[in-house]
């Protein structure tokens, strides 16, 4: 018994001297704990930071690509986590009060807030204040060079769904700097349905995007270049597996 002991500590010191699970910890000028870092892995992190009185005050989980971060309050419910690349906000971010009801879930591109969904005070979506789409598929993982059809859901509780156009693509950057320059496909709904339908294509597996932007537009009068309406930004993660090989014959 006492050399099984033994030989779990072992392995609980080689396991931190190995580098997995080496933690380090910085202090306030007072003796305090400020700072507690945890190296899970490689390329990840681990960062707790705490008020003065030893309270956790935020997470930060570091990737080698993104963050991810929760912060709390003082009575131990979280007040608010998200995601941030390059230092931006990216993606959904969700608010909370102290009591631990959700407040607003806000997304994200590039620190630009691009859609909100609101809640009441018991924490139920409020439809009419909320500004925000779904994009659904037949599954997160699609096959490379298949033609995928998906469709969008958009909820806008002011919105009087005069005219929708949806404007996507594979290939529009993280920060969407391309989105002028790329060819963007067009989808189209009628006023009476929030239901946008398109198709995608992936040509790279792995990892993959789709972004794109929906217009929304009301008009004053018959003519069309007297438009007023709002763009939505969207993005939704996908996986694409590798086929064997290249389709016979590729489309264009």
Known sequence: MLKNFFFTVAL????????????????????????????????????????????????????????????????????????????????????????????????????????????????????????????????????????????LRYHNGKSKYEYIDVYLNSNINSDFSNIYTVALDTFWSKEENKDIYFKVKFENFGKNYIRGYLYDAVSDSLDIYKLNGIRVWFEKEVFVKKKDGPPLVREY
């Open 12 to 151: 609980l010191l080689l396991y931190n001297c190995n580098g997995n699970g080496e933690t380090s910890i910085e202090y306030y000028d007072t003796g305090e704990v400020f700072k507690k870092t945890e190296k899970r892995k490689v390329g990840q992190e681990v960062i707790y930071y705490y008020h003065k009185d030893g309270i956790l005050k935020s997470i930060v989980t570091v990737y080698d690509d993104e963050t991810s971060y929760k912060m709390f309050f003082k009575n131990g419910q979280i007040s608010r986590e998200g995601k941030i690349r390059d230092f931006k906000d990216i993606g959904w971010h969700d608010f909370y009060n102290e009591a631990g009801k959700k407040t607003a879930s806000i997304f994200f591109i590039n620190n630009k807030n691009c859609q909100v969904k609101n809640y009441d005070e018991n924490g139920n979506l409020n439809l009419q204040e909320s500004l925000y789409t779904e994009l659904f598929l037949p599954s997160d993982t699609l096959e490379q060079y298949k033609e995928t059809e998906g469709y």
